[in-house]
């Protein structure tokens, strides 16, 4: 029996945050567990209902959803940020907050269901546009904040081999497993070598880290 990923919605707009959840509703494998108006009430709905991913509009009354990521940053909830897409101080908070991704409100539905099925199995760069022009635009606008305080992690030596290794392929937008059939080894062991690394680079999250990567030029964005 498959494991339903379970769901919370944030958005202010009624059409939007009814349409999202009647569509992931519907979908195989997905569980709403939670429908909130703004980023106060999504809050005590993550902590109270524990969904394995948060999909919040970015902008909502009471408490954004950049707030509301930064809060639950060190719970066990990937945060999935829904926006229109306008390069300004709250997508580059969501990024530092921790956010596992973006995507557009009018994206098309399997495009959504697609990227929390992608998030919930700790993909946490979703392959896409969107995602690709944040982390293009936030590592050219911040070349003097990186996300790590640790900028002398390659030169150092203080990431391994291996950790430079796990971390170009995360980079790629690979999961846990494609990084473990690209090295030969066990996911269980690319978890461990993640538990290890982000602390070091003082990430949040893996979309962090890649961040991390491209701020340091251990690899280069695709143009």
Known sequence: MTTEIRVVIADDQPLVRKGLAALLAAEDGIEVVGVAEDGAEALRLIRERRPDVACLDIRMPRMNGVDVARAVRHDQVEVLMLTTFDLDEYIFGALAAGAAGFLLKDSDPDVIAHAI???????????QELTRRVLRAFVALRPA???????DAVAGGILTPRELDILRLLAQGMSNSDIASELCIEPSTVKSHLARMLPKLGAASRLQAVVWAYQNRVVALPE
């Open 145 to 151: 904040r990186p996300v790590t305080v640790r900028q």
């Open 117 to 127: 099925r992608q998030v919930a199995l700790g993909r946490g760069m979703i392959d």
